[in-house]
């Protein structure tokens, strides 16, 4: 499975950007979704995770301005970034983890990553 994350790009602080990440294919046996980022010199933060069973758990640091989504018919998970900061900037990558239906192997998938810069 591949994950491919698009998106990305320069906007002005309080601007807007939605970022994508498509699988491949379907996966099946998800036990969460979701996007990190990683700002330069710092470590990589969880900003949005996506359980299967339940509610996003947003970072407060987004809360209020990031909203995760998926579509299964596209097999795609969705960032909306509204109201971006400079402390915003990063490399967003998506991740899918779970277990495999019959063999319970687990997997643990990431995009490579796509670009987001706050900046006037």
């Known amino acids: 499975v591949q994950l491919q994350a698009s998106g990305g790009g320069l906007v002005q602080p309080g601007g807007s950007l939605r970022l994508s990440c498509a699988a491949s294919?379907?996966?099946?046996?998800?036990?969460?979704l979701g996007w990190f980022r990683q700002a330069p010199g710092k470590q990589r933060e969880l900003v949005a995770p996506?359980?299967?069973?339940?509610?996003?758990n947003y970072a407060d640091s987004v809360k209020g301005r990031f909203t995760i989504s998926r579509d299964d018919a596209k097999n795609t998970v969705y960032l909306q970034m509204n109201s971006l900061k400079p402390v915003d900037t990063a490399v967003y990558s998506c991740?899918?983890?779970?277990?495999?239906w019959g063999t319970g192997a687990p997997f643990d998938y990431w995009g490579q990553g796509t670009l987001v810069t706050v900046s006037s």
């Open positions: 294919r379907r996966i099946s046996g998800i036990d969460s």
């Open positions: 991740n899918v983890r779970g277990r495999a």
């Open positions: 996506l359980p299967t069973r339940g509610m996003p």
